[in-house]
């Protein structure tokens, strides 16, 4: 049955597929969505948070581009938190508890409104391609569909099997049905693909929970949203509570560590090297006497409560006993009790920066199916994708994020260029630059490329403008205001400074560590139209100039190598001033550039200078 045909095909509605198909429908392009059941989109499998520790800059970076999920958490979260403020502005993360039902709710309606986009219920089986280029899908129910671009964004649907114990079975999360008949069409097709592993902890009913012998964690006031677009006052609904593992508690995983299908090799797949489940971790970390268990609610309107940090594979039985020695869980009831879920995914370095297959034109691949583990990492990848194959569509160059503008570049250069041996989890030490890729200037960053490139519309556009004047006016506000000692004198006393003998800018002021924004306003009264956002870059950049300043002049070195374009069929065989290992790596991997040749892995400096003078050779003998 040949049943249409359109300009790109997403399959997988998870939060890559969201985020691919909103993009590719918004730019333009005739747009389906396939997904196995509707009422799985949006699904948050595991835990249902949004943002974090790195993962809370992607999420800013994806709004600044003009994606969904910033919206779609600040629509539908239970508790917001600013983490490692502590620490410095480059680590400040932005994460939220999310109503798992609401969230699937809000997404399956942005689906279903935006224009361009159709929204189908149907497994893909078959991926259809003539002469190395996409031709369409075919589903279970033998139903073809064309397409000039497809985007694989399947998760950990893709064969997947779940594991508790000594039982395992063909499925999806959370006892959804597996995808188990793409894998050996993208095999065929000449996609290489590999086993990778996660894992979630149990559900527990909140009725049998003593929180009152837990640790309380409280949101942060006032709420600070994800997206630029959010306005109004954002409440937190819920506390969470922390509570920890005990000797006890590991005596029973290791007493029962045989009857873990991860020690006993009945899983094959790699798990994440950052989130492993809590028999790995005690027995990885034996000296340590007890690990941190995160008990937060899965929504508003359900009892049922979350156990982060406690994923595990052991069988329900052990399950059962370790998480009743734990101190508030002694009556513990299990409602979905923990798994471990293996799937297929993609080697990432078959893929472009554009995330289009190398050797598989008009095939392009997005989150977890490129080896990556997260939602916020998954939906990076996802607008990328969509953006991308709606670009080629209408005959336009790809979207490069470049390494040193964005995280979200970061990532995809990592996993074209590198590859991942387990799960990707984005950390901010990835980042060479991240003082300079903070969360709180992602718009300044990304919103004129998401205005270029056709996703950010008037009106976000129209608030940004008006946000960098604001910033503008208010910096040079600071540079000319003189605060006299008088003026600061409670100021200084009260922050443990010494006493100002003459007066001095405002700017000036702020550059001492101890002294805030919200201090200096207090003496020199609110800038005009000045947001928590635009204060925060203001306080960031007065106070790091000179840092970011040396970051910036490494962004432009590594610029200049970048300029430097490698032809797209270059043989890498013929240069004998390559090491052999260099020669192989380059020639599987294709840098479009020597900044990108740079960061393959086994390719080390000399190689790099001989490949800088062949390059030379070769323009000037093609004049």
């Known amino acids: 049955m040949y049943l249409g045909k359109y300009d790109v095909i997403v399959v997988g509605a998870g939060h890559a597929g969201i985020e691919a198909a909103v993009a590719s429908a918004r730019l333009g392009c005739h747009t389906a969505l396939f997904t196995m059941s509707l009422d799985g989109i949006g699904n948050l499998p595991c835990n249902p948070s949004i943002g974090g520790t790195a993962k809370g800059h992607l999420v800013r970076e994806i709004d600044a581009l003009g994606g969904v999920m910033g919206l779609a958490a600040d629509a539908t979260f239970l508790q917001s938190r600013m983490l490692n403020l ?21 997404t399956k309606q942005l689906l279903e409104r935006t224009e361009n986009l159709e929204l189908k219920q149907g497994e893909v089986v078959d991926l259809l391609t003539e002469q190395g280029k996409v031709k369409g899908v075919r589903t279970r129910l033998l139903a073809e569909y064309g397409a000039k671009a497809v985007i694989i964004a399947t998760g ?82 819920v506390v969470c509570h922390i509570t920890y593992t005990n000797p006890e508690t590991h ?60 994923s595990s594979s052991l069988p329900e039985d052990v399950q059962n006993d370790f998480y009743h ?41 997005a989150g977890q199916f490129n080896g990556t583990s997260g939602y916020e990492e998954a939906a990076a990848q996802g607008l990328v994708a969509g953006v991308n194959a709606a670009r080629s569509v209408l005959g336009k160059d790809p979207l ?48 004129p490329t998401g205005r270029e490139i056709g996703l950010v519309d008037d009106a976000r556009w129209e608030k940004f403008l008006q946000a960098q004047q604001a910033k503008k006016a ?65 306080s960031t950049e007065v106070k790091y100039e000179g840092y970011i300043r040396r970051q910036q002049a490494k962004i432009r070195d590594l610029h200049r190598q970048e300029s430097v374009e490698i032809p797209k069929d270059l043989d890498y065989s013929q240069f004998d001033g390559i090491r052999l290992e260099a020669r192989e790596k380059l020639n599987k991997i294709r840098p479009k550039n020597l900044g990108q040749a740079g960061r393959i892995p086994g390719v080390n400096p000399s190689d790099i200078a001989v490949l800088a003078v062949e390059l030379t050779v070769l323009k000037n003998k093609n004049g």
């Open 86 to 106: 502590g620490k410095g502005p480059a680590v400040h993360s932005l994460r939220v508890q999310t109503d798992r039902q609401r969230y699937h709710e809000y």
């Open 156 to 237: 950990t649907y893709l064969a997947g099997k779940i594991f508790v114990g000594e039982a395992s079975i063909d499925s999806g999360p959370d006892g959804q049905h597996a995808a188990l008949g793409l894998s050996d069409s993208l095999r065929k097709a000449g996609v290489t693909l590999r086993r990778f592993k996660t894992g979630t902890p149990a559900r527990a009913n909140r009725r049998s929970i003593d929180f009152s012998r837990m640790e309380v964690q409280y949101g942060d006031e006032p709420v600070i949203p994800f997206s630029f677009m959010t306005e109004g006052p954002l409440k937190n609904k």
């Open 251 to 310: 005596k029973i995983i290791l007493d029962n560590i045989h009857r873990s299908p991860l020690y006993g090799g009945a899983i094959e797949g790699i798990g994440p090297r950052y989130c492993p489940s809590i028999e790995d971790k005690v027995v990885r970390f034996s000296d340590k006497p007890r690990h941190q268990i995160f008990v937060e609610p899965c929504g508003e309107n359900t009892d049922e409560m979350y156990l982060q940090g406690m």
């Open 325 to 365: 020695t734990i101190q508030g869980l002694e009556h513990l009831e299990i409602m979905r009790p923990a798994y471990a879920i293996e799937y297929d995914c993609c080697d990432s370095t078959e893929l472009d920066a554009s995330l289009e297959f190398k050797q598989i034109s008009g095939l392009y691949g």
């Open 400 to 447: 490069i994020l470049p390494r040193q503008g964005s995280y979200i570049g970061t990532l995809i250069d990592d996993l074209v260029t590198k590859g991942v041996m387990d799960p990707y989890r984005m950390m901010t030490s990835r980042s060479e630059y991240r003082l300079y890729l903070r969360q709180d200037n992602a718009d300044e960053r990304l919103t």
């Open 474 to 538: 208010e910096l040079l506000r600071l540079e000319k205001r003189v605060v006299r000692p008088a003026e600061a004198a409670a100021l200084m006393e009260r922050t443990g400074q010494p006493a100002l003998v003459s007066g001095v800018t405002a700017l000036e002021l702020l550059r001492r560590p101890a002294i805030s924004y919200k201090d200096l306003v207090e003496i020199i009264g609110p800038g005009e139209k000045i947001t928590d956002l635009v204060a925060s870059q203001i």
